[in-house]
């Protein structure tokens, strides 16, 4: 089992920046990859950036070149730099954890851009 515990959200205006942890803990050893994923109100979840053990990484084309995803040299923790946000990136923002073919998901941390 993997518990994801994710932190950092909040309200900020069009063109600031937040960043996002998440703090994985039980069985973390073999851990494939993190991910962040958002879900808008009536709308569905969709991935937002992902890393994998290698440090490989992908990004949704809507946040390329703004967000970050990272992982802290532990690997137990994942971030997610968010810069020159919009109004169209509120949202919860959910961690995730593959693990042996096996999803976790966080509570989610809700981020708020006003305009």
């Known amino acids: 089992q993997v518990q994801l515990v994710e932190s950092g959200g909040g309200l900020v205006q069009a063109g600031g920046s937040l960043r996002l942890s998440c703090a994985a803990s039980g069985s973390i050893f073999s851990i494939r990859a993190m991910a962040w994923y958002r879900q808008a109100p009536g709308k569905q979840r969709e991935l937002v950036a992902r890393?994998?053990?290698?440090?490989?990484?992908n990004y949704a084309d809507s946040v390329k070149g703004r967000f970050t995803i990272s992982r802290g040299s532990a690997k137990s923790v994942a971030y997610l730099q968010m810069n020159s946000l919009k109004p169209e990136d509120t949202a919860v923002y959910y961690c995730a954890a593959d693990r042996a073919g096996q999803a976790y998901w966080g509570q989610g941390t809700q981020v708020t851009v006003s305009s």
């Open positions: 890393i994998f053990s290698d440090g490989s990484t």
